[in-house]
């Protein structure tokens, strides 16, 4: 369960009433029943429930059981397509380990807007689910352009883009800041695709012969990026 407040052995941690209705509700937790709880900063810990109500309760912290574990510093910076597989990327970018997530808004975007704190709360179900004790930031949606200047030479590019030949991917082993970028349901407009290669750390990738979608591309690229640059 995810807290949003800081934990140490022998705090008193209040349950929200959301998290009664699930705890005491759904799970049927009593007082007195043991459950894991981290609060994205300092690893996993022990609590019992102390306070049980339909309103909300209280848990006892008793013990750390894992430190905390962060992910490498990669976002995954993708262009938001329809809710349930925005939805799904960001599920997923979880999974996979991305440390940040970040809408863009690109020239064939198709969604202007996003939900950022229900996507937030997707994420952190994400993090529940999967053993996470980190919580990636979704953060507001922000132009490609604005995004990109803003950290010129800082983070390598795993740009993934259909028009690149098809070959066997391969990603420099250079260790720091990365990107993974994601493009929407109509690709790149050519003016993107240059301005992203014209900058020195951008590593055009192909993903495979075949156009896969915006949720399915974002998966593959998590996970070669883990399988040639993750722990
Ligand atoms: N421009 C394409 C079109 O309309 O025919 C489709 C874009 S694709 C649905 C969405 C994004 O997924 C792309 O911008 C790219 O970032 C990524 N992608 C899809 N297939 C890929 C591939 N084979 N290699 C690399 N990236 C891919």
Known sequence: ????HALGAGQSVPV???????LFGVMRLGVGAQILVFDGQSGEWLAEVAEAGKRGGVLA????TRPMQMPPD???????????????IVEKAVEMGAARIVPVQTQFTNSGRIQRARLQAHA??????CGATFVPEVVEMQRLDRVLGAWENTRQIMFCDEGQVASKPTLPAVCGPWAILIGPEGGFADGE???????GQAHAVSLGPRILRADTAAVAALTLWQSALGD
């Open 124 to 129: 952190v179900e994400a993090a529940e689910q």
């Open 1 to 4: 369960l995810y807290v949003e």
């Open 74 to 88: 990669l976002w995954l910076m993708f262009a938001p397509i329809k809710k349930a597989r925005t939805d799904f």
């Open 193 to 199: 695709r240059d301005r992203v290669q014209r900058m």
């Open 61 to 64: 912290v008793l013990s750390q």
């Open 16 to 22: 929200s009433r959301e998290q009664a209705h699930y």
